[in-house]
């Protein structure tokens, strides 16, 4: 797939209100090789975007693409390794033929999926041009997993680690730690008027689950019958022709919902729960902007690396102590109740408070449309990672240190 976005007029439909930032200094020539998408990964994505299955990288690298686009660059898109030869001019083969001219792009944003295909296909070249790259890396990397020889001499090898980059190159969903970017994504935002209609409209007894799989289901029938007593439940599960068993009956399944329905339904609803998957997806801030209250399971003990399957081969040892813990530590009360599900007087407690309390729909400025270009657009200006790193100390003040140590010494 080729194609080109140039840039965008000032009243062009694709911007929203008050988002586009100044000018860029200079038009960048931008290469996006969405790596786990190609045929030759595997693509476990695609054949589960129409079955509830997870859906958040794919935002994110749609609004990475459309914030680059609003910001006036010119952008190609690879999905394939036959696109990505020819958009960098390297020949069909693995690596035999490095680049041997200048990388015809100013950046490259990508996937580990990405970076490992490049690397069989640019061969030694890849290490001149790797830090004009962009890594979309969901749940982040740390220093340890990074560094090639660290991560050999201390165990930290994993299949996504030890590249050698700038911690930095690595760009997330949430703001997990300051040695990687935070890139985010984009929730809509309301207006006033949409604001007073929901606030208008909501129903307080109506709760909606978060999971369109059936398999996120399983073994929650106690939670379900609990919050039954309280609350008219619904459900968004996938199925084909029959409802899913692990759905009870008293739930109310609307199915796989386009946004615009789903938004409908989040705008009504007062509650969206989890039940502990997935991790870290968008939907949570969604429902939250729509003025639903967030009730997600505290995990304890936390779930990493080291304890769960999920994380096993991640190159992070982040301990994650909920489903969303960014909602839990930057949203809160009363936009996000994180209780311990186990303890059936506290999950009952929690429902109880739901019902009474009323909440306004609440966006982190970072999520909104203005927040992602003015994020997006500092990066491309600021980020360099291809200029020497200027010694620290400098010469002359190591120059003056040495010499006040002497003068002491005497």
């Known amino acids: 797939m080729c194609v080109t976005l140039s840039i965008v007029q000032p009243h062009s439909p694709f911007l929203c209100p008050c988002c586009m930032p100044s000018p860029p200094s200079a038009v960048t020539s931008i290469l996006v090789h969405v790596g786990f998408l190609t045929e030759e990964s595997g693509d476990v994505f695609s054949p589960k975007v129409l079955k509830g299955g997870p859906l958040g990288e794919m935002v994110q690298w749609a609004d990475i ?59 030694l070249s890849l290490r001149k041009h790797k830090c004009h790259i962009r890594v979309i890396d969901t749940f982040g990397t740390e220093p340890a997993y990074n560094h090639e020889e660290y991560a050999t001499l201390h165990g930290y090898r994993t299949n996504w680690g030890y590249w050698n980059l700038h911690g930095q190159q690595y760009m997330t969903m949430f703001p997990h730690t300051p040695d990687n970017s935070f890139m985010g994504f984009v929730a809509e935002e309301l207006n006033e008027t949409e604001r007073m209609f929901i606030q208008r409209n909501k129903v307080n007894n109506m709760a909606v689950v978060y999971g369109k799989d059936a398999g996120m289901w399983k073994g929650k029938e106690n939670f379900l019958a609990v919050l039954h007593h309280y609350m008219e439940i619904h459900g968004t599960v996938y199925y084909e022709t029959q409802r899913p068993p692990e759905v009870p009956a008293f739930v109310k399944n609307h199915g796989l919902l386009p946004q615009q329905e789903l938004q409908q339904l989040l705008r009504k609803a007062k509650l969206f729960i989890g039940f502990g998957f997935p991790y870290e997806g968008p939907a ?53 109740i994180t209780i311990d599900f186990n303890n059936s007087e506290e999950f009952n407690a929690a429902i109880r408070e739901i019902m009474k309390i009323n909440v306004e729909p609440f966006l982190p400025y970072e999520y909104t449309c203005e927040g992602m270009l003015e994020r997006v657009h500092a990066y491309i200006q600021n ?21 006040v140590r002497e003068w002491n010494l005497r």
Not at 383 to 397: A, G, I, N, Y
């Open 65 to 123: 693409l459309t914030a680059l686009h609003v910001l006036g660059h010119i952008v190609k898109i690879s999905v394939s390794l036959k696109e990505l030869h020819g958009f960098l001019g390297v020949p069909p083969g693995r690596g035999s033929c490095p680049l041997t001219g200048p990388l015809p792009f100013d950046l490259i944003y990508t996937d580990y999926h990405g970076l490992q295909q490049m690397k069989q296909h640019m061969g």
């Open 383 to 403: 980020q360099d990672f291809c200029s020497p790193e200027v010694p620290f100390p400098p010469k002359h003040l190591a120059r003056w240190t040495s010499s």
């Open 284 to 336: 949570p801030l969604e429902a939250i902007a729509n003025g639903c209250i967030f009730l997600q399971p505290k995990f304890n003990p936390p779930h990493s690396s080291l304890n769960h399957e999920f994380f096993r081969g991640k190159p992070t040892s982040r301990k994650v102590s909920s489903q969303h813990p960014y909602a839990e530590e930057y949203i809160g009360r009363p936009h996000v």
